[in-house]
């Protein structure tokens, strides 16, 4: 057996290994990647100090080509964040936590397109003259700025501070301890340890593509005024489900909530075309929200985005971090509907409340609502909230600290525990994501617990249900008589 070893992941994806030199390399990084790892064995579990974490790669290779047959071959921000999170590269006091930093590597020019998407979708907005440049007030950009830096252990890191990042042109670079890359072609390279050498080639043919990880029986769109589809309940990790997100029915019309990596996958299982859809409404733009964006614009139709100036501000920042097409130009592709903060936003007679939600890059929760016969029917997508010891943990005195104050906790309290006909809730577990015992006897109608890469325990299945994929509540079935 050579130095090096070898394993196609998936078409034109490679996992390469230096066992002597511990270099785990994951050799392009197309959507939901992490998953196919996790499905063929190759984030095992390990233990250090006591503690039980994730393995898994520990460098990047990009493709040369951001896009190839019409789909994204470099997505690093999931592989990235399993480095810095999952197997504690970045969390302070964790015993995986060495000084070691991930290692980047590609042509100059996705080098740095990847950076620049990484460090947005990782903290969206990171300066308060960017929160008022957008009309936000002075005081509303101190506190998001305060509990965005509360996440981010205090300072908003450059990607080049957080990661290694080895620009490849057609010279031979050793990447560490004596292993080298030399790229032979367009996404082809040699890679070489102590005489043995590898080849990988990173191109996909004529009509191949990028695998899912998991297979969408057919669905249909109900005929209904007002209805949720859940088409999804998993999170970034989960290689079985499809990542959290719905599908809003208004009046004939299919509404996107946010636009997870495999998104196409999602649209073909109901036989939707994207340039018929209703819209999309953002939550956030970390790639389990935003990754399938880029699959379904075009030039020749426009997309509907319902989102908060700031979180519509960050999906064109990434975006344009990603594809380096200028920020006036992307926004040429849609049809923006700004969404108030806090108030009940008509689109028709639907009406949408987003909500703001402390996480690392600016998130809201939305609240939808139809009349019917008997009132309103509502509905609540908690995507990607905070469980509420960690907020608890953040309160602060004043913004001069970082963190929530404790009217903020409170407000935030009040919100989980909001009566709903139908709540979707992310309970994927602290310190960043929701936990299920912060909705043990919620008054909601009815719930359903979300974000997770694993099955519910009991406890969590004593406080809610896991919808399946395109299971339907429909809250309104038709307009009412006046």
């Known amino acids: 057996m050579g130095l090096i070893t070898k394993k196609l992941v998936q078409p034109a994806v490679y996992w390469v290994e230096v066992p002597e030199i511990d270099i785990k390399l994951l050799c392009a990084c197309p959507a939901d990647i992490v998953k196919h790892l996790s499905q063929q064995s190759l984030l095992p579990l390990t233990q250090k100090d006591g503690r039980t974490f994730e393995s898994g790669p520990n460098a990047v290779l990009l493709s040369d080509q951001l896009f190839q047959n019409e789909m994204l071959s470099n997505l690093s921000e999931f592989p990235l964040l399993h480095m810095l999170y999952k197997q504690g590269m970045i969390i302070p006091n964790h015993p995986n936590n060495t000084n070691?930093?991930?290692?980047?590597?590609?042509?100059?020019?996705?080098?740095?397109?990847?950076?620049?998407?990484?460090?947005?979708?990782?903290?969206?907005?990171?300066?308060?003259?960017?929160?008022?440049?957008?009309?936000?007030?002075?005081?509303?950009?101190?506190?998001?700025?305060?509990?965005?830096?509360?996440?981010?252990?205090g300072d908003f890191l450059r990607t080049d501070q957080l990661l290694d990042c080895i620009p490849?042109?057609?010279?031979?670079?050793?990447?560490?301890?004596?292993?080298?890359?030399?790229?032979?072609?367009?996404?082809?390279?040699?890679?070489?340890?102590?005489?043995?050498?590898?080849?990988?080639?990173?191109?996909?043919?004529?009509?191949?593509?990028?695998?899912?990880?998991?297979k969408l029986p057919p669905a249909k769109i109900?005929?209904?005024?007002?209805?949720?589809?859940?088409?999804?309940?998993?999170?970034?990790?989960?290689?079985?489900?499809?990542?959290?997100?719905?599908?809003?029915?208004?009046?004939?019309?299919?509404?996107?909530?946010?636009?997870?990596?495999?998104?196409?996958?999602?649209?073909e299982a109901f036989d939707l075309q994207p340039e018929n859809l209703g819209g999309i409404f953002f939550t956030h733009v970390h790639d389990d929200h935003f990754a399938g964006l880029c699959s379904i614009i075009?030039?020749?139709?426009?997309?509907?985005?319902?989102?908060?100036r700031v979180v519509y501000k960050t999906v064109l920042?990434?975006?344009?971090?990603?594809?380096?097409?200028?920020?006036?130009?992307?926004?040429?592709?849609?049809?923006?509907?700004?969404?108030?903060?806090?108030?009940?936003?008509?689109?028709?007679?639907?009406?949408?409340?987003?909500?703001?939600?402390?996480?690392?890059?600016?998130?809201?929760?939305?609240?939808?609502?139809?009349?019917?016969?008997d009132g309103y029917k509502t509905y609540g997508h908690?995507?990607?909230?905070?469980?509420?010891?960690?907020?608890?943990?953040?309160?602060?005195?004043?913004?001069?600290?970082?963190?929530?104050?404790?009217?903020?906790?409170k407000k935030l309290v009040e919100i989980y525990k909001m009566p709903l006909d139908l709540k979707k809730s992310d309970v994927g577990g602290a310190p960043i994501h929701g936990e299920a015992t912060d909705f043990i006897n919620d008054p909601s109608k009815k719930l359903v617990l979300s974000h997770t890469s694993s099955p519910l325990n009991r406890k969590q299945l004593a406080v809610g249900i896991q919808a399946k994929f395109a299971e339907t509540d429909i809250l309104v079935r038709s307009k009412p008589s006046k």
């Open 100 to 153: 070691q930093k991930p290692i980047l590597i590609g042509k100059t020019e996705q080098l740095k397109a990847q950076m620049d998407y990484f460090y947005r979708g990782n903290f969206g907005l990171v300066s308060e003259e960017e929160y008022t440049q957008l009309g936000e007030t002075a005081q509303f950009a101190k506190e998001n700025i305060s509990y965005k830096l509360n996440f981010a252990f």
């Open 382 to 409: 908690f995507s990607d909230i905070t469980a509420l010891k960690s907020l608890k943990k953040m309160i602060v005195e004043d913004f001069s600290s970082n963190g929530i104050l404790e009217s903020q906790y």
């Open 298 to 308: 075009n030039k020749k139709y426009k997309i509907k985005i319902f989102a908060t």
């Open 168 to 214: 490849l042109e057609d010279q031979e670079i050793e990447i560490h301890s004596g292993f080298y890359i030399k790229r032979t072609a367009l996404n082809r390279f040699t890679l070489s340890y102590k005489g043995d050498s590898i080849e990988v080639d990173l191109n996909l043919k004529k009509g191949e593509s990028y695998k899912t990880s998991y």
């Open 222 to 267: 109900p005929e209904a005024l007002f209805a949720v589809i859940h088409t999804g309940e998993g999170d970034g990790w989960d290689p079985n489900r499809p990542c959290l997100g719905s599908i809003v029915v208004y009046d004939g019309k299919a509404f996107l909530i946010d636009t997870g990596p495999q998104i196409r996958t999602t649209l």
């Open 317 to 373: 920042l990434k975006l344009a971090a990603l594809t380096s097409i200028p920020e006036e130009e992307l926004s040429d592709f849609f049809t923006y509907h700004e969404l108030m903060l806090g108030d009940w936003n008509h689109y028709g007679d639907l009406e949408i409340k987003p909500i703001l939600s402390p996480h690392p890059t600016d998130t809201t929760i939305l609240i939808f609502r139809a009349m019917d016969n």
